[in-house]
């Protein structure tokens, strides 16, 4: 394996990593669920660092790391949901925020006429949120393991409530951004 595509190699591992972490969570295997999804925490910073350190990055890169990371959280999210860990409020509010950046980026790159070689970048505001889901995960299942931890979830729904909106606005504002400078040329 050429070493330019490890990022992308572990983009694809933690796609791989999806099914067995919601496995592990319907199956209240909450010690192995917790490891599996803190590799794959491990594998999102790790590919982007790699990448940039370098230079290996890549449109199909710059793809494949946001869609392993939509793949993985809005499942464990959506498990969660299920086995009545995360609120619904919460799970909704992350689910539209994600449709309207996943429908947004994709009008924005195509409609723009965006050069073939334009990677897509996450805003430092998306980066910051994706950290607060990633550590809401391994709160909640952490939080099965020690149950006295419960006291502190309605505060880490907030601050991921919170960031979620905050990432949401970021992207309409750096949409509208994009929109007028298009049209003033």
Avoid at 143 to 150: G, K, V
């Amino acid at each position: 394996m050429n070493f330019s595509s490890v990022p992308n190699a572990l983009s694809i591992l933690r796609i791989i990593l999806t099914v067995p972490v919601v496995m592990t969570l319907l199956n209240d295997q909450y010690f192995l669920a917790m490891v599996l999804f803190f590799v794959a925490g491990i594998t999102d910073g790790l590919d982007g660092w790699i990448a940039k350190r370098y230079s290996f990055e890549s449109r199909l890169g710059s793809i494949l790391d946001p869609v392993a990371d939509k793949l993985l959280l809005v499942s464990s999210f959506i498990t969660l949901y299920i086995i009545g860990l995360l609120p619904m409020w919460l799970l909704v509010l992350i689910f539209l925020r994600d449709v309207m950046i996943v429908s947004g980026t994709v009008g924005s790159f195509i409609g723009a006429g965006t050069p073939k070689d334009e990677l897509l970048t996450p805003s430092k505001l998306s980066k910051i949120n994706t950290a607060f889901q990633i550590a809401l995960v391994l709160f909640l299942v952490v939080m099965q393991l020690y149950p006295a931890l419960t006291q502190w979830s309605t505060i880490f729904f907030i601050i991921v409530a919170t960031s979620t909106v905050l990432s949401g606005a970021d992207y309409i504002w750096i949409w509208i951004e994009k929109a007028i400078s298009q049209e003033k040329k």
